[in-house]
């Protein structure tokens, strides 16, 4: 027996002692992942026969990272992210410097970043244009804008089927208006049903509009086949609009706007065009600094039944100013911000990462781990895709070390160093008998 063994044996133990100590003290570490250490005994080099030849002790090979799954824990902050599966957030420092991480305490900087301490939290960017996720491209750090968003004039979204889309049936059974009634927005006579919508101008400035809908006289001749048909006028805030986009009452040579609104014998409308009816009334109408109104009006979700007036649809893609008043992240990591209008648009997407071999990561402290040439390069996804997990907003990934189960290997730990003290003991003993015999 040589002191070898029990030296080796004490420092083996230490080094566990330190690995245990190191997951103790990280049990309420948000996103921290265990280790264990693990051991190989020693041998000295020979060139004889190994069959009568005794170990030299112990070594750690390595501390090996676990990274099982923590429990997820519910928290009032919508930025808290925690990851349920595989995958890591892509951090990003000020210098520019990416490393990997499971924490998801996340809040906002004053520059409106998302960021855990100091490091950015990083995804892809979205195309405000379009709204369309810039997938594949390099990610980077997400941040918030909290200027306002400005405002949108009905149909100014630039889509096919921008403007005012109305769906409503008009009862079949009701009488027709005579042609010699003349229409009034005032008098609820000249006209079987009326319903607003609220539209906005390029100032996010908001008008009522009005439409008066009319069952017309049947023609003389009936249709083949069999037709009836409506005719819609307008209102906007209250004063009748005319053809010309002026409000008000109508002069000689100046007609009202209006459209007609023709239903087949099924109940269905025919004929209407393509694009859409336009409705427009000039800037210098308004005379609010405003482009004035100008969109088209789509009724093909309208039909004619016997069944009572409903209007079952009523949309329009204007709105006015807004000012961002919430987040928040769905599990596909999508980032999006709530704002005062009612509106809500897609910010950036958390992209996580995963590795070949996550134990090769390099631990840097502060819950973060770099790339190694042990783990392989990182593959970069959007949450759920891949080889990635899912995001879970609103919550953390608490540590996942097993307070129980640490304890009990800190008592074999314990009782492992000092059996190998005891073999130096039993050492120094022998010694001391051989220098007595001298």
């Known amino acids: 027996m040589g002191f070898q063994q029990g030296l080796s044996?004490?420092?083996?133990?230490?080094?566990?002692?330190?690995?245990?100590?190191?997951?103790?003290?990280?049990?309420?570490?948000?996103?921290?992942?265990?280790?264990r250490a693990e051991f190989a005994d020693i041998y000295a080099s020979t060139f004889g026969s190994s069959s009568n030849i005794a170990g030299i002790g112990a070594k750690t090979t390595t501390i090996a990272q676990q990274f099982g799954q923590g429990n997820t824990t519910s928290t009032n902050n919508p930025l808290d992210i925690a990851i349920t599966g595989n995958g890591f957030f892509r951090m990003q420092d000020p210098t520019g410097s990416i490393s990997y991480a499971r924490n998801g305490q996340f809040q906002l900087d004053k520059n409106g970043y998302i960021v855990n301490n100091t490091q950015f939290l990083t995804g892809w960017a979205v195309d405000q244009g379009t709204g369309q996720v810039l997938a594949g491209s390099t990610p980077t750090p997400i941040q918030l804008q909290f200027s306002n968003i400005g405002a949108r004039a009905t149909g100014g979204s630039g889509v096919t089927g921008a403007g005012l889309n109305l769906g409503l049936n008009l009862n079949a059974?009701?009488?027709?208006?005579?042609?010699?009634?003349?229409?009034?927005?005032?008098?609820?006579t000249t006209y079987n049903y009326s319903t607003?919508?609220?539209?906005?101008?390029?100032?996010?400035?908001?008008?009522?509009?009005?439409?008066?809908?009319?069952?017309?006289v049947p023609p003389a001749v009936p249709t083949v086949p069999p037709s009836s048909t409506w005719t819609i006028r307008y209102a906007l805030d209250g004063k009748d609009v005319n053809a010309n986009g002026t409000l008000g009452a109508q002069v000689p040579a100046?007609?009202?706007?209006?459209?007609?609104?023709?239903?087949?014998?099924?109940?269905?409308?025919?004929?209407?065009?393509?694009?859409?009816?336009t409705f427009n009334v000039t800037a210098a109408t308004l005379n609010n600094g405003s482009n004035g109104l100008n969109f088209q009006m789509f009724f093909d979700k309208s039909t004619q039944f016997g069944s009572p007036y409903a209007v079952s649809t009523l949309t329009q893609d204007g709105y006015t100013d807004g000012v961002l008043t919430g987040i928040s992240v769905n599990k596909d990591g999508m980032v999006q911000g709530r704002y005062s209008n009612g509106q809500t648009r897609?910010?950036?997407?958390?992209?996580?990462?995963?590795?070949?071999?996550?134990?090769?990561?390099?631990?840097?402290?502060?819950?973060?781990?770099?790339?190694?040439?042990?783990?392989?390069q990182p593959l970069t996804n959007a949450p759920g895709s891949g080889s990635t997990?899912?995001?879970?907003?609103?919550?953390?990934?608490?540590s996942n070390v097993d307070l129980t189960s640490e304890l009990v290997n800190l008592i074999t730990a314990q009782r492992n160093y000092q059996a190998n003290s005891q073999t130096i003991k039993a050492q120094d003993t022998i010694l001391q008998t051989i220098v007595n015999l001298s």
């Open 346 to 376: 897609n910010v950036a997407q958390v992209v996580l990462s995963s590795f070949t071999n996550s134990q090769g990561l390099q631990p840097l402290g502060d819950n973060r781990w770099a790339e190694s040439s042990a783990s392989g």
């Open 9 to 35: 044996g004490l420092n083996t133990s230490a080094k566990n002692l330190d690995v245990i100590g190191n997951n103790v003290a990280n049990t309420s570490t948000v996103g921290f992942k265990g280790a």
């Open 173 to 188: 059974n009701d009488k027709v208006i005579p042609a010699t009634t003349v229409f009034s927005s005032t008098d609820p």
């Open 389 to 398: 997990g899912s995001l879970q907003s609103a919550a953390v990934e608490d």
């Open 196 to 216: 607003s919508a609220t539209v906005f101008d390029s100032l996010g400035g908001t008008h009522t509009q009005t439409l008066y809908f009319r069952k017309d």
């Open 254 to 277: 100046v007609a009202a706007l209006s459209t007609g609104l023709t239903f087949d014998a099924n109940g269905r409308p025919i004929g209407l065009p393509v694009g859409g009816s």
